[in-house]
Nanobody
């Protein structure tokens, strides 16, 4: 089993930056595809970003491309999401997810493990 714990969320103003972290435990996720998803109130969970097990391949949602950067440190069993130029529409609960496959996917049903989420609120 893999346990994922997100941290780094908070309340910021539009234009600010935040860095989310996702610490994995239970087993190494160095060969797992990792992803970030988010869910705003009244909306479905949506894909944000994903990274391959090597870190060599990343995919972003169009809404965050150029502003968000996903990265990973396999030695620390941790994945990050650097969020710059935040907008009010980025307000959501952000979830870290792990997929026990090296095949990168962007759909939430492709991920086996999920964290509990961290709230990000961006005020205008």
């Amino acid at each position: 089993q893999v346990q994922l714990v997100e941290s780094g969320g908070g309340l910021v103003q539009a234009g600010d930056s935040l860095r989310l972290s996702c610490a994995a435990s239970g087993r190494t996720v160095s060969r797992y595809t990792m992803g970030w998803f988010r869910q705003a109130p009244g909306k479905e969970r949506e894909f944000v970003a994903t990274i391959s097990w090597t870190g060599g391949s990343t995919i972003y949602a169009d809404s965050v491309k150029g502003r968000f950067t996903i990265s990973r440190d396999n030695a620390k069993n941790t994945v990050y999401l650097q969020m710059n130029s935040l907008k009010p529409e980025d307000t959501a609960v952000y979830y870290c997810a792990a997929r026990s496959s090296v095949v990168v996917v962007t759909t939430h049903d492709g991920y086996n493990y999920w964290g509990q989420g961290t709230q990000v609120t961006v005020s205008s």
